[in-house]
């Protein structure tokens, strides 16, 4: 273990027009995403020979490298759900270590709003009849994402003794750094009565738990440790990184109250020869309030089981002593389906003291960590400026 | 002909023996002779272990709500029945399914709550096992 760390750096990151882009596809939010993260970087298109990206068609890698016009001699399309570009930074940090390719560019876009308006909103969790999914929980009425969570979420209530106020936290937190996003979509004040006044989705899970759903995409270029020195912007080192999965369906997964965040964090935190105390800035995906909640007691922020404790007080809010989702998350800035990259991009910006209004003083190591499916796949990347 | 108009398992080779059943009003599940260990969706392999020398064995039908949770938004076919009830119910056997109470009113299911299987015929092809609170012991 250890053999990649410091080895890459992430170079440039971009993010497309965001929130409700009606008239473009997700193919040209990519490619905007694309030219502004190489514009970031200081390089051009045909400097990618790593392609990495992950979306829900049929070859929709190789379709977006064509529509790209990259033709890549090291190319993945690991599609774990929203934690893919954790997976992927991982893979590229690899392969760059390896030689096997030198500047590799993480990409993808959706436009779930637009597609849910056109009333052509793909129904992602509704797979081919073999599935097993499909066979033991979709004839019950189980559908992805919100009920599976909710079942998450009011077991660790039962076995810990959480809130719901104390999940509410982690949604007003969010809506104070989003306050200070100028890109975020839901930026007017939020506090906890309006969370538990909010309109119940799947108990114990209320509407402002859930995330957005936005149309947009991003892209992250990852390099040589070497190579991103001499380039446009301060390198964003690749410190550690982890990957888990452990199961598909909700009914497979070990312990409802345990993700695999916990066998990610803890090979992202070995590699980069941290801890959680080192980390100056967290990024965790927040697809519902459950999401974070886990991850910051399986990645050791605190113990398991104290989660909603840690929460309470807004720790998690600019103000709190545990800077968290500083761009708003998913819970208030957007989401687009899989916000696995924008992680990796505010994390990025964090670090290199470019956010504004919502900068975290002193931010040298950021952790970002993505979930996928019902709490099924985890990838955690821990960056740093040194 | 039926109007039933919620999704239905595709039935195939490696699951129908526990669809058979549930149609003569039995719960199978999966045990491993090699490892002992039942399991769940049934496979034609023992997930623990990897022997495939797998057996069927009929189950208690008892166990205890591991979490559930009310849905308020439904899922295709389910609009009718909002709000409705999805559990995950650990069977005595040590395997959890995925599957509805009924005969309890949502606002008293409970974590823990002990429960048993009962067969619903939803098609004349298909029968969904689901679960009502278990009866008290004698």
């Excluded at chain 1, 053999?3 to 009606?22: F, W």
């Excluded at chain 1, 890698?61 to 190319?75: C, D, F, K, T, W």
């Excluded at chain 2, 308020?72 to 509805?100: C, I, K, W």
């Amino acid at each position: 273990m250890g053999g990649i760390t410091r080895k890459t750096a992430i170079a440039g990151v971009g993010e497309s027009d965001l929130g409700y882009t009606p008239d473009k596809t997700f193919l040209q939010l990519i490619a905007q995403a694309t030219d502004r993260a190489l514009d970031d970087a200081g390089l051009a298109k045909n400097d990618i020979d790593g392609f990495f990206s992950a979306g829900w068609l049929t070859m929709e890698s190789i379709m977006v490298a064509e529509y790209l016009g990259i033709r890549p001699s090291y190319s993945d399309s690991t599609m774990p759900g929203g934690s893919a570009f954790e997976f992927h930074v991982q893979h590229a940090a690899a392969a760059i270590s390896a030689g096997l390719c030198e500047t590799a560019l993480i990409c993808y876009a959706e436009t779930r709003l637009s597609d849910h308006k056109r009333r052509m909103a793909m129904n992602f969790v509704s797979g081919a009849p073999q599935e097993p999914e499909e066979q033991f929980e979709t004839p019950y009425g189980c559908w992805v994402p919100i009920p599976t969570y909710a079942l998450a979420a009011q077991r660790h209530m039962h076995q810990y003794g959480t809130t719901v106020a104390q999940l509410a936290e982690i949604a007003v937190a969010a809506r104070k750094w989003a306050a200070l996003n100028p890109l975020a979509s839901m930026r007017d004040p939020l506090s906890i009565e309006d969370v538990l006044a909010s309109p119940m989705m799947s108990t114990p899970l209320r509407l402002r738990d859930c995330c957005l759903v936005s149309d947009g995409g991003g892209a992250v270029i990852l390099t040589s440790a070497e190579r991103a020195r001499d380039l446009r912007k301060k390198p964003v080192l690749v410190l550690g990184c982890g990957e888990a999965h452990t199961h598909r369906g909700i009914s497979g997964m070990p312990d409802l109250t345990v993700s695999p965040a916990k066998l990610s964090g803890e090979r992202a935190f070995r590699m980069a020869g941290l801890s959680p105390s080192d980390i100056d800035v967290l990024e965790l995906y927040d697809s519902f309030t459950i999401t974070v909640l886990l991850q910051l007691e399986d990645l050791g922020f605190c113990p398991k089981g104290e989660g909603g404790r840690f929460v309470e007080g807004q720790r998690l809010a600019p103000d709190g002593a545990c800077p968290t989702n500083t761009s708003g998350g998913g819970l208030s800035y957007l989401h687009t389906g899989m916000f696995g990259i924008f992680l990796l991009i505010e994390a990025a910006r964090q670090l290199r003291g470019e956010c504004g209004g919502r900068q975290v003083a002193r931010a040298k190591r950021a952790l970002c960590n993505g979930i996928g499916g019902s709490l099924a796949s985890s990838g955690t990347v821990v960056l740093g400026t040194d | 002909m039926t109007d039933y108009k919620k999704p239905l398992p595709y039935v195939h080779a490696e699951t129908k023996p526990y669809w058979d059943a549930a149609k003569r009003h039995e719960l199978l599940v999966r045990r491993c002779r090699a490892c002992g260990r039942h399991h769940f969706y049934p496979r034609d392999f023992c997930p623990s272990c990897f022997s495939f020398d797998v057996e069927w064995v009929r189950a208690s039908g008892r166990g205890a709500i591991y979490s559930f949770t009310v849905c308020h938004r439904a899922a295709q076919g389910f609009e009718a029945d909002v709000p409705y009830n999805l559990v995950l119910v650990d069977l005595d056997e040590g395997v959890r399914v995925m599957s509805t109470v009924v005969g309890c009113p949502n606002d008293d299911l409970k974590i823990g709550m002990p429960v048993e299987v009962v067969f619903d015929d939803v098609t004349p092809e298909v029968t969904l096992p689901k679960f009502r609170p278990a009866a008290l012991p004698e």
